[in-house]
């Protein structure tokens, strides 16, 4: 069985300067080596009689260290709004257009920073709204409290208006899911949701009547069976790591290789420099899974880039050559990218024990935190001599940097997209928060974007939605207070485009590129892959630059090559939020690693 060894124990061990990005190696925050939020270790809040069951719920929040709730007002949730009003010097309500958009936001602060994200919604439909934004959420792991009201307590269950049973809405998708009945009940949930968020790195819902959400303290009388405890916030999650035996198992295994490949996800983004040291000791090439971009910079000597249907050739040939494979906190879908079964021996390292061996049939599973795992594997690894499969992939890297840089810089037109995100790669600053929508924007972001070194990236991973590349910008600038750039397409920022004025409205200067092509694009590719006529792909145009300036934003257009770069300077020079609308040929195809030519 695993060890658990104490978080300040771990601090006091790991090496000096070194921080854990994420917690316990769940879904860790998107960034290089920065923590997250600081542990609380706070004594339980004191709540006067005046308190109602609202102003608990978020004084509670705040002692998680909740910094934003993200939400659209309604009659079902006044309660909850005039306990965040009370509090703004504490804690900022950002009122969006869509409830989507603020689940959307409250998953991109949780991805972004590794913090506690919170989102609210009124009865009825504003808690229907926020479901996508919280599957998000949900498939990768981020730690998100969701807040929805209900109708009067005695109307429930009678048809009444926007009588929406929401406990049973949000069944699957939360995983701590109550109703709260009164405010003694509120002082123990509120604590055990915020837990059970951050702990089990997912979504907790707690949904409130409104006459509850009015209810004083003073009015309320306890179970004979609640002793009144205040429950505090203190919570400093365990380090957990394989037993020895089982740290053993895995260093024979990779011992024994000749040709090792690594591939990476979110679990490893605390991991950097032991990914590194770890690839090093056995001339391992690493490839990257979407969500594990920035495990490692695409500078460095080890890595390969992304992998899958918007990876590299380089990663795809070390996974098919191969003789041994190890998999650091990552689940990622497509099969045909890794070994065949029984071509490689595997080892994987994951925090969740249901996903040893999901996606490859490996012969030693270890349980435990991938950096806390690394540092206890790396003194049993013998460092190989014979470094001829990374010299070969290194190889292999030059050659595709370089077809990249081919069809970056081929000025043509209709223009290239790739080209544009080249432009945004070179341009942004070094420590830039990058937030990515999904669409074939993504196939283009993923491997046109070389991330440096202090960059955090994040994008929507298993629920692979449309439409939150912007609202997790917006997460990213309220995080950090630094450059957020959003790269989108036409398709998926049509979609919730009305945020841009939330932005606006709270002074918060993202940047937003949007890759307009007038149509679904990667749809329009996958029905002709087989064999279907294109249907229900085209968009019909917008302006995105009046839209921009309607907005209150600037916004800047590039359709010729040298055209790019000068609208992208301008919109990172821009005090404001900026939009820069690239029209970009509809048919660039986002091609598999080894389709792509220049």
């Known amino acids: 069985m695993p060890d658990r060894l104490h978080r300040r124990g771990f601090i006091q061990l790991a090496a000096a300067g070194a921080t854990l990005a994420g917690v316990a190696g769940g879904a860790q925050a998107a960034g290089p080596s920065e923590t997250t939020a600081d542990i609380t270790t706070q004594p339980a809040p004191q709540f006067g009689d005046d308190f109602n069951t609202s102003d608990i719920i978020v004084e509670t929040l705040i002692q998680w260290g909740?910094?934003?709730?993200?939400?659209?007002?309604?009659?079902?949730?006044?309660?909850?709004?005039?306990?965040?009003?009370?509090?703004?010097?504490?804690?900022?309500?950002?009122?969006?257009?869509?409830?989507?958009?603020?689940?959307?936001?409250?998953?991109?602060?949780?991805?972004?920073?590794?913090?506690?994200?919170?989102?609210?919604?009124?009865?009825?439909?504003?808690?229907?709204?926020?479901?996508?934004?919280?599957?998000?959420?949900?498939?990768?792991?981020?730690?998100?409290?969701?807040?929805?009201?209900?109708?009067?307590?005695?109307?429930?269950?009678?048809?009444?208006?926007?009588?929406?049973?929401?406990?049973?809405?949000?069944?699957?998708?939360?995983?701590?899911?109550?109703?709260?009945?009164?405010?003694?009940?509120?002082?123990?949930?509120?604590?055990?949701?915020?837990?059970?968020?951050?702990?089990?790195?997912?979504?907790?819902?707690?949904?409130?009547?409104?006459?509850?959400?009015?209810?004083?303290?003073?009015?309320?009388?306890?179970?004979?069976?609640?002793?009144?405890?205040?429950?505090?916030?203190?919570?400093?999650?365990?380090?957990?790591?394989?037993?020895?035996?089982?740290?053993?198992?895995?260093?024979?295994?990779?011992?024994?290789?000749?040709?090792i490949a690594v591939l990476v996800g979110q679990g490893a983004l605390s991991a950097r420099d032991e990914v590194s040291r770890l690839a090093d000791t056995l001339a391992a090439p690493v490839a990257k899974a979407l969500l594990g971009k920035a495990v490692l910079p695409d500078d460095s000597p080890f890595t390969t880039g992304g992998i899958g249907d918007l990876g590299t050739s380089p990663s795809s040939w070390a996974m098919k050559t191969c003789d041994t494979v190890l998999i650091l906190g990552s689940t990622m879908p497509w099969e045909e990218y890794y070994p065949k079964p029984g071509q490689a021996r595997g080892v994987q390292v994951d925090l969740k024990p249901d996903r040893l061996g999901l996606r490859y049939p490996v012969e030693v599973g270890l349980m435990g935190d991938v950096r806390a795992t690394l540092q206890a594997l790396l003194p049993l690894l013998q460092r190989k001599g014979d470094r001829g499969f990374l010299t070969e992939a290194q190889h292999r890297m030059g050659e595709w940097n370089a077809l990249l840089d081919a069809v970056e810089t081929t000025a043509r037109s209709p223009l290239r997209p790739q080209m544009v995100i080249r432009a945004v790669s070179d341009l942004i600053a070094d420590d830039a928060v990058i937030s990515l929508d999904c669409g074939a924007n993504t196939h283009f972001s993923a491997r046109c974007l070389r991330l440096r070194a202090n960059q955090r990236i994040t994008g929507t991973g298993m629920l692979a939605s449309m439409a939150p590349g912007m609202s997790y910008a917006i997460a990213g600038q309220l995080a950090y207070g630094r450059q957020s750039v959003a790269i989108v397409g036409d398709g998926g920022f049509a979609m919730l485009m009305a945020e841009l004025t939330t932005a606006v409205a709270h002074n918060l200067p993202i940047k937003v590129i949007v890759l307009k092509n007038n149509a679904l694009a990667e749809v329009m590719f996958e029905q002709r892959e087989i064999g279907y006529q294109n249907y229900g792909c085209e968009l019909s145009p917008i302006d995105f630059v009046a839209f921009a300036k309607a907005c209150g934003a600037d916004g800047f257009r590039c359709e010729r090559p040298e055209e790019v770069r000068p609208a992208v300077q301008a919109a990172l020079a821009s005090p404001r939020a900026a939009l820069v609308e690239a029209v970009v040929d509809a048919n660039e195809k986002p091609t598999k690693p080894d389709e792509l030519r220049a």
């Open 66 to 259: 909740a910094t934003h709730v993200f939400g659209v007002v309604g009659d079902g949730i006044n309660p909850l709004i005039e306990a965040l009003r009370k509090r703004r010097d504490r804690v900022a309500y950002i009122g969006v257009r869509h409830e989507e958009a603020a689940a959307f936001m409250a998953c991109g602060m949780a991805k972004h920073t590794g913090r506690l994200g919170v989102c609210v919604g009124t009865t009825g439909p504003g808690a229907v709204h926020l479901l996508n934004g919280l599957y998000d959420a949900y498939f990768d792991g981020a730690p998100v409290v969701a807040l929805t009201g209900l109708t009067f307590h005695d109307l429930i269950g009678v048809r009444f208006q926007q009588d929406l049973d929401t406990v049973r809405l949000m069944q699957e998708v939360a995983l701590y899911n109550v109703e709260v009945t009164g405010p003694e009940h509120a002082i123990m949930v509120a604590n055990r949701a915020c837990r059970a968020a951050l702990g089990d790195r997912g979504v907790a819902h707690l949904t409130i009547a409104k006459d509850v959400q009015m209810m004083p303290l003073s009015v309320d009388k306890r179970s004979m069976r609640n002793p009144g405890a205040r429950t505090s916030s203190s919570w400093e999650p365990p380090i957990i790591t394989p037993s020895a035996g089982e740290l053993k198992a895995a260093a024979d295994v990779l011992n024994a290789g000749t040709r």
